[in-house]
């Protein structure tokens, strides 16, 4: 990656600005902290043309910014699909009753369902990156950063967001597309997810089946026994 001078912009000749009178080697970017607009759209077009090439330079240089902003499109997606999926079954449900001659008017909430599953995603995302993190690098002696697993789970999550949108797409067309195009693209960013694992740490192969068996158990847990009687 070229590196540029961060006062006057000029590229930087042996990690020297030839312009500046100090003279020191400036980064165009500090490790993981900012991006260039043109990145992002660079790195998207990279995970459908070389998806493990791109995982592996985003994982290993850790991009936290341009995968935050990954994990933020992702879960405006998510929310969308989850309000229109809301929208659909509202629907259906508005459409039996009409048929028995009897009139059903319902409100749906799509701010709240919108916010819920916005936030909801994204609290996610950074409970997964810190389990990731605490398993690997504490239990299984990986030597890992959470912010590499933010960078892994934001670059994963660019498969997840195409899915979401051919997906809502299909939801007008045909149901079975619809489900047929999500599975699909889930199974496509698992295994991108598998394959990029290996570039968040060091830890044994043979202890990967184990991390990702606890992770999720442990999320399975939190979703179905602890947040329902939260709220």
């Given at each position: 990656m070229a590196k540029f001078c961060t006062k006057c912009g000029a590229k930087l000749v042996d990690g020297a600005c030839p312009n500046c009178k100090d003279g020191k080697e400036q980064m165009e970017e500090k490790k993981g902290i900012t991006f260039q607009p043109e990145e992002m759209i660079t790195t998207i077009k990279g995970m459908f043309t070389k998806p493990i090439d791109t995982m592996k330079e985003v994982i290993e240089e850790e991009k936290v910014t341009l995968s935050l902003i990954f994990l933020g499109i992702n879960a405006i997606f998510i929310?969308?699909?989850c309000c229109l999926g809301s929208k659909e079954l509202f629907g259906a449900y508005t459409n039996q009753?009409?048929?028995f001659m009897i009139e059903r008017t319902v409100d749906i909430p799509y701010a709240r369902i919108f916010?819920?599953?916005f936030v909801t995603v994204i609290a996610t995302y950074v409970v997964i990156a810190?389990?990731?993190y605490l398993i690997v690098d504490k239990l299984f002696q990986g030597k890992t950063t959470f912010q590499k697993m933010i960078a892994y789970l934001g670059i994963s999550s660019v498969i997840v967001s195409a899915t979401m949108i051919v997906t809502?797409?299909?939801m007008y067309v045909s149901t079975q597309l619809m489900l047929l195009f999500l599975m699909c693209g889930l199974v496509l960013s698992s295994v991108y997810m598998i394959q990029g694992f290996r570039y968040t740490t060091e830890i044994d192969k043979n202890y990967v089946g184990y991390v990702y068996a606890?992770?999720?158990l442990v999320v399975f847990i939190i979703t179905m026994f602890i947040i329902p009687n939260i709220f």
């Open positions: 929310a969308l699909f009753y009409s048929y916010f819920t599953s810190g389990l990731f809502m797409i299909f606890l992770v999720y």
